[in-house]
T-cell receptor
Framework: EDQVTQSPEALRLQEGESSSLNCSYT??????LFWYRQDPGKGPEFLFTLYSAGEEKEKERLKATLTKKESFLHITAPKPEDSATYLCAVTTGANNLFFGTGTRLTVIP | KAGVTQTPRYLIKTRGQQVTLSCSPI?????VSWYQQTPGQGLQFLFE???????NKGNFPGRFSGRQFSNSRSEMNVSTLELGDSALYLCASSLLVLTDTQYFGPGTRLTVL
């Protein structure tokens, strides 16, 4: 069964304390993996797309990496404005799209 | 470039009523998808439209339906509302296919009393 699992469910960090969020997947024929950021009451905001194992992308304090079984979203020296829910989504060759349930990140000043 | 817009932003309905939500995609995007988001279930795919045709469908009952117009604008309809339909309904658009990067609107918050 195709599945996307994100961990941890919630993460509290002190400002400046780097960490990583995990997205593991079991799908048939991965085509792409997406990371989104979602603030309360708003729609998800696109961050990155990764297509193949070994690929990495960076944006400000965020860096996304991809292996054959999982993706990591590394957050370096986070600030309070990085507090949000981070969603991972996977697309397959069968034109399916699966979302994880997200990691709720809180960065404390 | 304007983003995805959704109207209305908030709705309150009672059980048994029906509701129609509207979505305008990013200019040039032809694929429009709808999602239901609840605290317990997360983001769940409802359906995708392309060229006025439903191309993909999630696992939701027939009470949930949609359509797309020739200008790519889309509407979603829920009939015979149930309490469990209370959720944030999100619309997303992408260039051509569901597997392209999805750009989301702000959502419509539906409350069913």
């Amino acid at each position: 069964e195709d599945q996307v699992t994100q961990s941890p469910e919630a993460l509290r960090l002190q400002e400046g304390e780097s960490s990583s969020l995990n997205c593991s997947y079991t799908v048939s024929g991965l085509r792409g993996l997406f990371w989104y950021r979602q603030d309360p009451g708003k729609g998800p905001e696109f961050l990155f797309t990764l297509y193949s194992a070994g690929e990495e992308k960076e944006k400000e304090r965020l860096k996304a990496t991809l292996t054959k079984k999982e993706s990591f979203l590394h957050i370096t020296a986070p600030k309070p404005e990085d507090s949000a829910t981070y969603l991972c989504a996977v697309t397959t060759g069968a034109n399916n799209l699966f979302f994880g349930t997200g990691t709720r990140l809180t960065v404390i000043p | 470039k304007a983003g995805v817009t959704q109207t209305p932003r908030y709705l309150i309905k009672t059980r048994g009523q029906q509701v129609t939500l509207s979505c305008s995609p990013i200019s040039g995007h032809r694929s429009v998808s709808w999602y239901q988001q609840t605290p317990g279930q997360g983001l769940q795919f409802l359906f995708e439209y392309f060229s006025e045709t439903q191309r993909n469908k999630g696992n939701f009952p027939g009470r949930f339906s949609g359509r797309q117009f020739s200008n790519s604008r889309s509407e979603m309809n829920v009939s015979t509302l149930e309490l469990g339909d209370s959720a944030l309904y999100l619309c997303a658009s992408s260039l051509l296919v569901l597997t392209d990067t999805q750009y989301f609107g702000p959502g419509t918050r539906l409350t069913v009393l």
